[in-house]
């Protein structure tokens, strides 16, 4: 059972314009919320993250929202750039103890067209 | 700063012969994790470690899979033997502490004929 799903495969926005991940998840006990980048042959790295007890967290071009009632994050990235061609992965997270367990979604492909 | 560092990047296995993988993680990060990642899916973690100690392998088949980081910065994981299965993208990450962010490596990319 996929306790955080992104349901959008791939994303092709034109350059310029906005682009939005969205990102769903099914348990409650998550509290805090991450997105990576991931390049081609590269590892995932870390893009911005939101608290659960926010509803919004902004980085620049990239704002992150929370809508905890629907299960429900989403990454808008304003304007878009064909750098920012990549896989998006959506992570939630719990406290495990001392320790803070990720667990990934599946991947949006953003493909960004000068 | 160096990222984290994986080696091989790439290896090609006939199915049932051993492979090893190898993270040297940031310096100064005591938190080290494996993760696997199959086509078209998110990493899911195998096992994290807190210096040399492993403190959460519940998801690392332990039939065939081992993993060890003996002085508590290099870590290994190997499988053996290998199954068709296994091919995957190996991720390694390392954080300053478990509650900290997360350095992912490039991953090695394993394919089983």
């Known amino acids: 059972d996929q306790q955080v799903k992104q349901n959008s495969p791939s994303l092709s926005v034109q350059e310029g314009r906005i682009s939005i991940l969205n990102c769903d998840y099914t348990n409650s006990m998550f509290d805090y919320f991450l997105w990576y980048k991931k390049y081609p042959a590269e590892g995932p790295t870390f893009l911005i993250s939101?608290?659960?007890?926010?509803d919004k967290n902004e980085d620049g071009r990239f704002t992150v929202f929370l809508n905890k009632s629907a299960k429900h994050l989403s990454l808008h990235i304003v304007p878009s750039q064909p750098g920012d061609s990549a896989v998006y992965f959506c992570?939630?997270?719990?406290?495990?103890?001392?320790?803070?367990?990720?667990?990934f979604g599946s991947g949006t492909q953003l493909t960004v067209l000068p | 700063e160096a990222g984290v560092v994986q080696s091989p990047r790439y290896k090609i296995i006939e199915k049932k012969q051993p492979v090893a993988f190898w993270c040297n993680p940031i310096?100064?990060?005591?938190?080290l994790y494996w993760y696997l990642q199959n086509l078209g899916q998110g990493p899911e973690l195998l096992i994290r470690y807190e210096n040399e100690e492993a403190v959460d392998d519940s998801q690392l088949p332990k039939d065939r899979f081992s993993a060890e980081r003996l002085k508590g910065v290099d870590s290994t994981l190997k499988i053996q033997p290998a199954e068709l299965g296994d091919s995957a993208v190996y991720l390694c990450?390392?954080?300053?502490?478990?509650?900290?962010?997360?350095?992912f490596g490039p991953g090695t990319r394993l394919t089983v004929l």
């Open positions: 990450a390392s954080s300053p502490g478990a509650y900290n962010e997360q350095f």
């Open positions: 992570a939630a997270s719990t406290t495990l103890g001392s320790a803070r367990q990720l667990t």
């Open positions: 939101i608290s659960s007890i926010k």
């Open positions: 310096s100064g990060h005591n938190t």
